[in-house]
């Protein structure tokens, strides 16, 4: 059975920083993507960030520069260090697991596994 358990969500104030995590069980995920995605009310779920299989990563034109995506394959566990947050990076965070072998995995249908979310707020 797979579980993502996300935490590190937060309030913090603009220009402020956090860094979230999601430990995966019943799966080795370091042979498939894993991404980051996020939702904001009334909006609809958004790729924010995402590791394939071989280290390559991704991210949304609108974190780029400013979120980074990484693994530590010996805690099975996912990251996304958070810098320079805006009021608009408000949302709650997914992570999620794709079984894509090929392809990037930027849609939610690509994913087939995914956490059950933790609250990012940050305050202007």
């Known amino acids: 059975q797979v579980q993502l358990v996300e935490s590190g969500g937060g309030l913090v104030q603009a220009g402020g920083s956090l860094r979230l995590s999601c430990a995966a069980s019943g799966l080795t995920f370091t042979n498939y993507p894993m991404g980051w995605f996020r939702q904001a009310p009334g909006k609809e779920r958004e790729f924010v960030a995402l590791e394939q299989w071989d280290s390559l990563t991704y991210y949304a034109d609108s974190v780029k520069g400013r979120f980074t995506i990484s693994k530590d394959n010996a805690k099975n566990t996912v990251y996304l260090q958070m810098n320079s947050l805006k009021p608009e990076d408000t949302a709650v965070y997914f992570c999620?697991?794709?079984?894509?072998?090929?392809?990037?995995?930027?849609?939610?249908?690509?994913?087939?596994?995914w956490g059950q979310g933790t609250q990012v707020t940050v305050s202007s």
């Open positions: 999620a697991a794709s079984l894509m072998r090929f392809g990037v995995p930027k849609t939610r249908n690509h994913y087939n596994y």
